[in-house]
């Protein structure tokens, strides 16, 4: 055997060997990609991951989610907040699942990133009772938002405005608490009143109540002062009158008579 078929027979087995790796590291992402407590396996048919955190007892977003993912199970957590941009750089996340969770309120920049990319985003069954103005502005995506506790105030009002193709969604936003009296319970989109004018009413009558207030005290005040001022002249007065009146003396009545 000569050094070439040697070389040549130990070369293809390493090849073989190095193709494998490839197909691994392609097919299986690394552990250090994938989040503790999470399971990733790509998924041929999605060109990216499909990355699965439910029920891990996570009480916040993994921060380094891989960038490929494309569907991410979130569900049966402890997630209380979802940060500004928690999900910014995942340009090809097609599902986010957050049911199950404790998240309470959404800020504008939630879902900054994935407006584009994004078709379902579950947020059912949380303790959300607001949400920012534009928090579902530049979502496309169809939104669940079942048995949450929300408050139906301006912003949501403005929020649900803003979720024009997802009517479904949005008829399924009941009032746990309400601007208006006995809209508990009742669906959001029920509510005909325009909370947001409600909001500035209520607002020009509480600053209209306490400048009446300011103005009433210091009326109140002047008053006083006038009359404590009239009460010291009087006794001032009286004070005055009771003072006995100086004599004459002799020499100031000749003075007088003498130049008459």
């Not at 790509?42 to 029920?55: F, T």
Request: charge should be neutral; proline fraction near 5%; charged fraction near 20%.
């Amino acid at each position: 055997m000569t050094l070439l078929d040697l070389w040549l027979s130990r070369s293809i087995p390493m090849c073989l060997l190095l193709q494998s790796l490839v197909l691994m590291a392609l097919c299986f992402p690394s552990a250090s990609m994938c989040p503790k407590g999470c399971i990733c396996r790509r998924d041929p048919h999605l060109h990216g991951l499909n990355v699965s955190c439910s029920q891990s007892r996570l009480k916040e977003i993994p921060p380094s989610l891989p960038v490929d993912t494309v569907l991410l199970r979130l569900d049966h957590n402890q997630i209380g907040t979802v940060p500004d941009q928690a999900f910014h750089g995942l340009r090809l996340l097609r599902e986010l699942n957050l049911s199950y969770n404790a998240v309470e309120t959404l800020g504008e920049g939630a879902f900054s990133g994935i407006e584009a990319t994004l078709q379902v985003l579950d947020l059912s069954h949380n303790r959300i009772t607001s949400v920012h103005k534009d928090a579902f502005a530049r979502l496309k995506a169809r939104i669940i938002v079942d048995d949450n506790p929300w408050h139906c105030d301006c912003a949501l009002q403005q929020a649900i405005g803003g979720m024009a193709h997802n009517h479904e969604a949005a008829a399924r936003v009941l009032c746990r608490s309400s601007e208006l009296q006995n809209q508990e319970g009742r669906p959001f989109l029920a509510v005909d009143t325009d909370l947001c004018n409600l909001a500035k009413r209520t607002t020009d009558y509480a600053m209209l109540v306490t400048m009446f207030g300011w103005f009433a005290m210091v009326i109140s005040y002047v008053v006083y002062y006038v009359r404590q001022n009239q009460e010291d002249a009087r006794r001032h007065l009286e004070y005055l009158k009771s003072l006995p009146s100086k004599p004459k003396k002799p020499d100031e009545a000749d003075d007088i008579s003498t130049v008459v």
